[in-house]
């Protein structure tokens, strides 16, 4: 039996940990920008890639095509390369689960104005308020209360700028 980062262990000594599949875009500009989404939790503020969770039936590419369309009105066309791969346990980071495994995908397009077709009150369900374009020097040199996540975001984009798309995906951490 396969015991991979998506499979679950059947041990009667560790429990069943039930983990929330999500899919993320890593949407760069020809100005190698990144697009990132402020997210507005109870006690703290964070800026995230775009994305979310993969519905029962769908497939990966699938859940990153709708979810991106939603939340910033970009049509991901054909199949972005996997590139970074997190898994995150910690009870209350996805509700209902015990915590979270994101895929990303490397997204590239031109510049636009994020308009997804989520109402502004939809976003704000989501905890999504707002969207900006960052380059990567701007991330490691923000000293704002805001964070990134992934929290190393900085340098995660920094390599894949200059090593390109990796053979499989990397695995990082929170």
């Known amino acids: 039996m396969s015991t991979g980062p998506h499979t679950e262990r059947p041990d009667a ?3 069943s940990v039930r983990l929330r599949h999500a899919v993320r875009a890593i949407v760069l500009d020809e ?9 507005v939790l109870p006690d703290e503020v964070v800026w995230i890639t775009p994305g979310g969770g993969v519905e029962p039936g769908e497939t990966p590419y ?5 979810e991106i369309r939603e939340e910033v009105g970009l049509a991901v066309e054909g199949t ?19 915590g979270v495994v994101n895929d990303y995908y490397l997204v590239r397009t031109r510049a636009f104005r994020p308009n997804g077709t989520l ?4 976003l ?3 905890h999504l308020t707002g969207f900006r374009w960052w380059r990567p020097g701007e991330i490691e040199d923000h000293r704002g209360p805001e964070l990134f996540g ?4 900085a340098a ?10 990796p053979d499989a995906p990397l695995l990082i951490g929170p």
């Open 13 to 15: 000594a560790m429990p």
């Open 31 to 39: 100005e190698d920008r990144v697009l990132l989404c402020r997210c």
């Open 62 to 66: 699938a859940a990153l095509r709708r």
């Open 80 to 98: 972005p390369p996997p590139v970074w791969h997190q898994v995150i346990v910690a009870p209350g980071h996805a509700e209902g689960y015990d």
């Open 119 to 122: 109402s502004d009150r939809e």
């Open 124 to 126: 704000a369900a989501e």
């Open 150 to 153: 992934p929290c190393d975001m």
């Open 156 to 165: 995660l984009l920094s390599a894949l700028l200059r090593d390109g798309v």
